[in-house]
């Protein structure tokens, strides 16, 4: 069955660095892949869409990697700052339907 | 244009009570997604409705809950005879279509559903 890992559940760095977040998934070929950032009481929000034939997306300080081959997603926040602290979710489409598959989650926090 | 409105955002229930949850989608959405989040775990898939169709009910308990997406009005999200395992945060979703270069999908605040 479909399986998608995020590599932790929490990650804590200091302000200025970059935060990197992983996203491994298993038996599955998506066409796609989502990350949404989500704040405590609040419903996730769109960050970036990459395909499966993008090596790589940028959008300001975010920066988003897909390789198909390792099944697996880089998300990179540069020079991050405390308002980036939230909970980081990478979504995959369902095979077959149109809903989205999530990760758990990983729980970032930006030290100033 | 307004985002997705969900109400309430609070409801509290007894057991046995029915949860009624609304879901109002942007301007020009015609897509609906229904996903819970239980505590400390990831947004799992519920129900997928376009207006007046269920497309998708494969995430839904096949009992006591139902959802629909009328002509007119909400997507309401209804949850019968209601146990402490349905307190949860309830997500509503919509997208414009479901066509390439559309599949980004739009969230409402959440319902958090406590039963007592």
């Known amino acids: 069955s479909q399986k998608i890992e995020q590599n932790s559940e929490a990650l804590n760095i200091q302000e200025g660095k970059t935060a990197t977040l992983t996203c491994n998934y298993t038996?599955?070929?998506?066409?796609?892949l989502q990350w949404y950032r989500q704040d405590p009481g609040r419903g996730p929000v769109f960050l970036l869409l990459?395909?499966?034939?993008?090596k790589e997306k940028r959008k300001e300080r975010l920066k988003v990697t897909f390789d198909t081959t390792l099944k697996q997603s880089l998300f990179h926040i540069t020079a991050s700052q405390p308002a980036d602290s939230a909970t980081y979710l990478c979504?995959?489409?369902?095979?077959?339907?149109?809903?989205?598959?999530f990760g758990t989650g990983t729980r970032l926090t930006v030290i100033p | 244009n307004a985002g997705v409105m969900q109400n309430p955002r609070h409801l509290v229930r007894r057991r046995g009570q029915e949860a009624r949850l609304r879901c109002s989608p942007m301007k020009g959405h015609s897509h609906v997604y229904w996903y819970r989040q239980l505590p400390e775990e990831g947004l799992k898939f519920m129900v997928y409705?376009?207006?007046?169709?269920?497309?998708?009910e494969s995430g839904m308990p096949k009992e006591r809950f139902s959802a629909e997406f009328p002509k007119e009005g909400p997507s309401i999200l209804r949850i019968q005879q209601v146990v402490r395992g349905d307190s949860a945060a309830y997500f509503c979703?919509?997208?414009?279509?479901?066509?390439?270069?559309?599949?980004?999908?739009?969230f409402g605040p959440g319902t958090r559903l406590l039963v007592l």
């Open positions: 979703a919509s997208s414009p279509r479901i066509s390439k270069g559309e599949e980004t999908q739009y």
């Open positions: 990459i395909r499966e034939n993008e």
């Open positions: 409705l376009q207006k007046e169709n269920i497309i998708d």
């Open positions: 038996n599955y070929s998506p066409a796609y």
């Open positions: 979504a995959l489409p369902q095979t077959g339907a149109n809903n989205l598959f």
